[in-house]
């Protein structure tokens, strides 16, 4: 990405969003991106009220606790500073919606497991959703921003419901701001951004809303980072990022297969080819692979993309990282099997770490459990720990993982 702010036309001062000032933020959606993120922002905007809301009571309450639901290094003193200053965590969805000046929709979009696009479209129902509750509730001027990632014109689909369902005197601008926040740094993420990047329309009334949105950045991201574009290209440039940055994972996971055959140690190879500054050194630390919410469900939307443009060879090209990155997990389990004079049957093994990366509590499609997994189909007996994994998350795998799971190492 270019770095910089985009050269885009003011929008003039008649604009209806021009006399907009946001006072009040809403972000529907009280997971890992909303509550970190909208808990920044209260932090650095104090004169901005900032309210997370969900449909979830019990993690809403665990929000206003001192147990908060998901673990950041930094996030638990950001919380405190702000909670009952600026920041508000509720579950009445549509006061918190009906007095914004700006609504932050922050909710999950999970891949399809059914109908069209099944296995690799994302599910844009709790977006919709979200759109319709806004627009049933709005009777003035609001900005929507898209903050979920969600797939390319997703935009358009809101837009439509907010014009097919909007009243009299409504006016609802829509703006892309996707996230680019990495689990265990996610608040030093968001407190020094590499960049900001916010897409909308490009008229009048989109140009404006997107100078609202980078006013609240500015209280502490400079302005040179803030980037403006039209919005699917700030859509598409989400999905291609961690694109990227799962391909160089899948990258140097292959050649750490190669190197075992020949006898090279991945670790120096990666340490050679990373001082080329036109590679770099970040993302070449050989793994099980990649893990988390969103490379394997982000490239999966990318080749579905793809696959609805005419594009297969673009499709076969993306859907070959999550190959290999599968190959890697599978492959790992069948050396510490061979190891162990190729039978774990009934043997004691111990895992240590269970979330997908260190510093987080997160075990979505974590390379462990995939682990754990292969060796229980062999028989093995497991011991897990994980500092940031609480006991009663790592049970719930289910009847199948409880079964050989003969301990929770505290």
């Given at each position: 990405f270019?770095?910089?702010?985009?050269?885009?036309?003011?929008?003039?001062?008649?604009?209806?969003?021009?006399?907009?000032?946001?006072?009040?933020?809403?972000?529907?959606?009280?997971?890992?991106v909303g509550g970190s993120t909208c808990s920044v922002v209260a932090y650095k905007c104090p004169e901005i009220k900032v309210t997370i809301v969900d449909v979830d009571a019990a993690k809403i309450?665990?929000?206003?606790?001192?147990?908060?639901?998901?673990?950041?290094?930094?996030?638990?003193?950001?919380?405190?500073?702000?909670?009952?200053?600026?920041l508000f965590f509720s579950a009445d969805v549509d006061s918190a919606v009906t007095e914004a000046d700006l609504i932050?929709?922050?909710?999950?979009?999970?891949?399809?497991?059914?109908?069209?696009?099944?296995?690799?479209?994302?599910?844009?129902?709790?977006?919709?959703?979200?759109?319709?509750?806004?627009?049933s509730l709005t009777k003035g001027r609001k900005i929507v921003v898209e903050k979920s990632t969600v797939p390319v014109r997703a935009a358009e689909s809101i837009e439509r419901i907010f014009e097919a369902n909007r009243t009299e005197g409504v006016e609802l601008e829509v703006l892309s701001n996707p996230e680019f926040l990495a689990e265990g740094t996610a608040v030093a993420d968001l407190l020094n951004p590499s960049r900001v990047l916010i897409g909308g329309s490009q008229t009048a009334s989109g140009y404006a809303a997107m100078k609202q949105l980078s006013f609240i950045y500015s209280h502490w991201v400079p302005e040179e980072k803030i980037i403006l574009t039209n919005t699917w290209s700030s859509e598409l440039s989400k999905l291609t990022a961690n694109a990227f940055l799962a391909q160089r994972i899948s990258s140097i996971n292959a050649i750490s297969a190669v190197c075992e055959a020949t006898g090279a140690d991945v670790t120096e190879v990666a340490?050679?080819?990373?001082?080329?500054?036109?590679?770099?050194?970040?993302?070449?630390q050989a793994s099980l692979g990649f893990g988390g919410s969103c490379f394997q469900k982000d490239i999966l939307n990318l080749v579905y993309l793809c696959e609805a443009l005419s594009l297969p060879e673009i499709a076969a090209y993306w859907n070959q990282v999550i190959k290999l990155n599968d190959y890697q997990k599978r492959r790992f389990a069948t050396r510490i099997i061979n190891s162990l004079f190729n039978t774990v049957t009934d043997k004691k093994i111990t895992i240590f770490g269970f979330a997908f990366k260190k510093d987080t509590g997160d075990t979505r499609e974590s390379a462990s459990i995939y682990l754990c997994k292969h060796?229980?189909?062999?028989?093995?007996?497991?011991?897990?720990?994980?500092?940031?994994?609480?006991?009663?998350?790592?049970?719930?795998?289910?009847?199948?993982?409880?079964r050989w799971l003969v301990g929770v190492a505290l």
């Open positions: 270019a770095v910089g702010i985009a050269r885009v036309a003011v929008a003039p001062r008649s604009s209806p969003m021009a006399v907009c000032t946001v006072k009040k933020v809403c972000c529907i959606g009280a997971g890992y309450a665990a929000w206003n606790s001192p147990d908060l639901p998901i673990y950041e290094p930094g996030l638990q003193e950001i919380v405190e500073t702000a909670r009952g200053r600026n932050f929709i922050s909710v999950n979009t999970p891949t399809k497991t059914f109908g069209l696009g099944k296995g690799r479209a994302a599910d844009l129902k709790y977006i919709e959703a979200s759109a319709r509750r806004i627009v340490h050679a080819i990373g001082t080329d500054f036109r590679i770099g050194n970040k993302f070449l060796l229980m189909d062999e028989g093995a007996q497991l011991v897990v720990f994980d500092p940031k994994v609480k006991d009663r998350q790592i049970i719930s795998y289910g009847e199948v993982l409880s």
